[in-house]
């Protein structure tokens, strides 16, 4: 196993929204955490990306206790993040914002990023950084814009390639198609499961969207009043009568 | 950066470069109090629009250079000059280390700024205690240096050379924080800046970043001061004072905080304020602070930043990078 999690309680003072969290995740999984507003979703993914601490449980990473390693850390240990609104950095250009992923872990992993005074990214790193942007749909034209004048859709796309050029191990993302247009969601979906089939990529995903969890995810967790109330493949969790009474409706019964 | 804003700088670097044959001792004096003042606004924009942190106290840093300076030029020590501006940077930067090491492990906004004011009202009112450092009067009638580098001799005291050495030292400061902030370095300062918990999950240390951009930060400024000794022969502790310390703030408000060269632009439009309105007891402060009230309503990202918007327009287009 890559992840393995047990016991993650969380309280906001003499509020407790995660009740004792157990789970694994192996290697080259999907896994995906779903619920209601309020469920405990999000907190849950801060305390599993190092932005929360956990007031008891303990998170291991192929064996070794993370529970109090900072997020820096965690990256630097192969955690990749998006987030719900995609962070990208926005007065810089999309090049640069993939250059500064793979700066940073040439930094960490014992690379090279060049001496301190050479102004430009060295050749490796832009050669790399622009197989990327292409890997994902941006055409060269659009490299020097800036990554701030870029749509939603564009902006979750680029997230991507900045949180891909660290090459991680575990790819966290929280909603990767919340705001999206139909179209752009649906080429996200298709983008993460090019992704998953390429690369193998262990990935944790939150999401409202049903559809795309039932898609992508291998297993998946619903979390109800921040307690799981059920956890395996898609298709028995689907059919479970406590998940379709108090999340998914009736609508996904023959989805 | 666009071509008008590129024609701009080549333009004040032609005037430093020829200013005392083209104007009077006067206004060359100037040009040198401005070039340093130059490499004490690009320092604290360093740290400002790279690493986004704000600091109220940055002329302690100027100061300990200005003052370690001073004190060993007017006592004569036997030290090389370009040894004794790096010991200033590094008395700065482990001043500023210490200051990162204590203040950043709990604060970086608001709190930060004051802590840096109230450290650096500090060393105002210490300097007030010291004979050393001439109490609250200063120190005066600093010695200029003769310089010796083997082949040649850089004599201070010759008006002329004196200029060109200042101008020298600040042009190798300016290039090398330029080179600073377009590298690797640079871009790991900007991520966490405009987004430190993106770049906390690529994996960069933000305290870290934050720790060494204050200390190079700190080095850089004692630099400017420790050129200041020489060339004003006089430092008083209005130097240190928090005057000085928005000096920086001004000069990037009005050049554009955003853009590396923004501040030299701000200090050249301050010092211009100051030499015209000399002769108006007070109008320069009304006009100073007229001039950042209109730029902060007209045109918020400073000169450059309005020119960069006038260039867009005209363009078009949506212009790339970090001019």
Known sequence: ?255 | MNRAAQAALLLFLLLFLFAPFLVNPGLVFLAGFAMIQIVFALSWNLLFSYAGLISFGHAAFFGIGAYISAVALRDGYEIHFVLLILVCAAFGALAALLVALVVLRRASGVQFAVLTLALSQLIVVLIGYSSLLGHDEGIAAIPRPAIDFGLFTVDMNQPLTSYYFVLAVCLLAVGLMWLLAKGHVGRAMRAVRIDAERAAFVGIDVWRVRVIAFTISGAFAAVAGAMLAPWSQIITPDYVNWLQSAQPLFAALLGGAGFFWGPVVGVIGLSGINYLTRTFAGLSEVLVGASLILVVLVAPQGILGALKQLARRRGGRTPGGHA
């Open chain 1, 1 to 255: 196993m890559i992840l393995d999690v047990q016991g993650i309680e969380m309280s906001y003072g003499a509020l407790k929204v995660l009740h004792g969290i157990d789970l694994v995740v192996e290697k080259s999984e999907t896994f995906a955490i779903i619920g209601p507003n309020g469920a405990g979703k999000t907190t849950l993914f801060k305390v599993l990306t190092g932005e929360a601490m956990p007031t008891a449980g303990t998170i291991r990473h192929n064996g070794q206790d993370i529970t109090k390693l900072p997020a820096h850390q965690r990256a630097r240990r192969g955690f990749g993040r998006t987030f719900q609104v995609a962070r990208v950095f926005n007065e810089l250009d999309l090049r640069t914002n993939v250059v500064i992923s793979i700066e940073s872990r040439l930094r960490y992993s014992g690379g090279n990023p060049g001496p301190w005074w050479r102004w430009k990214p060295s050749r490796d790193v832009q050669a790399e950084a622009d197989e990327i942007l292409d890997r994902f749909g941006f055409p060269r034209r659009r490299w020097n814009d800036e990554a701030g004048y870029l749509s939603h859709g564009d902006r979750k796309r680029l997230e991507f390639c900045v949180a891909l050029a660290t090459k991680p191990e575990v790819l966290m993302l929280d909603e990767p198609t919340a705001g999206m247009s139909p179209s752009d969601r649906k080429e996200m979906t298709h983008l993460l499961a090019r992704l998953k089939a390429e690369t193998g990529i262990t990935i944790l995903m939150t999401e409202h969207d049903m559809d795309i969890i039932f898609e992508l995810a291998d297993r998946l967790m619903v979390l109800n009043f921040g307690e799981v109330i059920a956890m395996g493949a898609p298709g028995a969790v689907r059919d479970n009568p406590t998940v379709r009474k108090v999340y998914l409706g009736q609508d996904h019964q023959h989805a």
